[in-house]
């Protein structure tokens, strides 16, 4: 089971931590993503670690104002957000692919099967 938390207002220009803990599994033993749906579109990835710990980004916003990190005392993957921008905003959520074999690499997000329920994150003045 993956949870989500760390969401809520932001003002445009602050800064955000968003925690995925995992119960159950051990997470850095799988590749694991961070996914965003804002209103209105489909689901995105943001970026992946894969079990070895390489990120792989997928949005712009992880190059310039994003990182991942992961604490595997705390079986749980972070997303720092910074100088966070209206377009930030939507749900987030976590997912594991506990059958993707590579450990170097991130799968496909149709691979990512074990999701979390998401936390919010506004952007708003």
């Known amino acids: 089971q993956l949870v989500e938390s760390g969401g809520g207002l932001v003002e445009p220009g602050g800064s955000l931590t968003l925690s995925c803990t995992a119960s159950?599994?051990?997470?850095?033993?799988?590749?694991i993503g961070w996914f965003r749906q804002a209103p209105g579109k489909e689901r995105e990835q943001i970026t992946c670690?894969?079990?070895?710990?390489?990120?792989?980004h997928y949005s712009r916003a992880m190059t310039s104002r994003f990182a991942v990190s992961r604490d595997k005392a705390q079986n749980t993957l972070y997303l720092q957000m910074n100088r966070v921008e209206p377009e930030d905003a939507g749900r987030y959520y976590c997912?594991?692919?506990?059958?993707?074999?590579?450990?170097?690499?991130?799968?496909?997000?149709?691979?990512?099967?074990?999701w979390g329920q998401g936390t919010q994150v506004t952007v708003s003045s």
């Open positions: 997912a594991a692919a506990t059958q993707y074999a590579s450990e170097l690499y991130c799968p496909e997000v149709s691979a990512f099967e074990s």
């Open positions: 159950g599994f051990t997470s850095d033993y799988y590749a």
């Open positions: 670690i894969s079990s070895a710990g390489n990120a792989i």
